[in-house]
């Protein structure tokens, strides 16, 4: 059975961090990308970050490039998402979802963890 499971989003102050996590099993991720996706109230969802898991090449969304990095533990089969320097705008429901390489479609999703940046 193909799960990924989110945790650590919260609510943190602006210029705070957090660090999500997701914990994919029932796969092999070694022909998989794993990316982080986000949306806020009333908007659609957008496009955070991506790790190609056996190379370990990353993507950004200009929006965060600087403040967020995505890793991964092989041991653990989890992919992280740091959050740094984070802002308002970065409030949403953050979710993982997985994609074999070389295709468009992500076909794995996991139920998605809030964070909320606010004073």
């Known amino acids: 059975q193909v799960q990924l499971v989110e945790s650590g989003g919260g609510l943190v102050q602006p210029g705070g961090s957090l660090r999500l996590s997701c914990a994919a099993s029932?796969?092999?991720?070694?022909?998989?990308?794993i990316g982080w996706f986000r949306q806020a109230p009333g908007k659609e969802r957008e496009f955070v970050a991506r790790?190609?898991?056996?190379?370990?090449?990353?993507v950004y969304a200009d929006s965060v490039k600087g403040r967020f990095t995505i890793s991964r533990d092989n041991a653990k089969n989890t992919v992280y998402l740091q959050m740094n320097s984070l802002k308002p705008e970065d409030t949403g429901v953050y979710y993982c979802?997985?994609?074999?390489?070389?295709?468009?479609?992500?076909?794995?999703w996991g139920q998605g963890t809030q964070v909320t940046v606010s004073s």
């Open positions: 979802a997985a994609r074999r390489l070389r295709t468009s479609e992500y076909e794995y």
């Open positions: 029932g796969f092999t991720l070694d022909d998989y990308a």
């Open positions: 790790i190609n898991w056996g190379g370990g090449s990353t």
